[in-house]
T-cell receptor, first 115, second 115 residues
């Protein structure tokens, strides 16, 4: 079974600074997708960024980028120029081609942005 | 496009009562997923449905929980004889296809409190 581990329950960053959230996963599949979701206090789950395992190029969405290390099974999220609105719980998730349509989520990292 | 609509937003039930949670997927999405989020935890997969069919219910508790997605109307997650341990946020997500690469669009969740 696939597992997703987020080893940082809490992180904090100063406004305008850069922060990196860690995520590792375990799988025997060769084709899969990785996601970062943001959950603000409103509880809405918002897709931040998506990475396809067969693509070597790291995904980027504006201030959000990932460092995808397939051999190490690592998928970290970098937030540049942090803003107060980035404060939220961040979840890493895995979706495999052969594991059905379900996503496996990590336990989350609570990000605080200090003004 | 109204997105994924879940109602009610909050639901309070006494022990032993029934809880019915509703989810209307995004327009054009025929795949619906239910996830449960216990306090301070990540989301856990419960069930995956297409119209009139349960595709994967491997995450559903064997007793008291059921789900449906009828030909007409929203998907329903039903919890009979609720207990305190059922208190959680229940999220519905929808996608246009069954592969994880499509990603999900999540609703805002229903917070169930059992008193």
């Amino acid at each position: 079974a696939q597992t997703v581990t987020q080893s940082q329950p809490e992180m904090s960053v100063q406004e305008a600074e850069t922060v990196t959230l860690s995520c590792t996963y375990d799988t025997s599949e060769s084709d899969y997708y990785l996601f970062w979701y943001k959950q603000p206090p409103s509880r809405q789950m918002i897709l931040v960024i998506r990475q396809e395992a067969y693509k070597q190029q790291n995904a980027t969405e504006n201030r959000f980028s990932v460092n995808f290390q397939k051999a190490a099974k690592s998928f970290s999220l970098k937030i540049s120029d942090s803003q107060l609105g980035d404060a939220a719980m961040y979840f890493c998730a895995y979706g495999g081609e052969t594991s059905g349509s379900r996503l496996t989520f990590g336990e989350g990292t609570q990000l605080t942005v200090n003004p | 496009n109204a997105g994924v609509m879940q109602n009610p937003r909050h639901l309070v039930r006494r022990r032993g009562q029934e809880a019915r949670l509703r989810c209307s997927p995004m327009k054009g999405h025929s795949h619906v997923y239910w996830y449960r989020q216990l306090p301070e935890e990540g989301l856990k997969f419960m069930v995956y449905l297409q119209k009139e069919n349960i595709i994967d219910e491997s995450g559903m508790p064997k007793e008291r929980f059921s789900a449906e997605f009828p030909k007409e109307g929203p998907s329903i997650l039903r919890i009979q004889q609720v207990v305190r341990g059922d208190s959680a946020a229940y999220f519905c997500a929808s996608s246009p296809g069954s592969l994880p690469g499509y990603g999900y669009t999540f609703g805002s969740g229903t917070r169930l409190t059992v008193v």
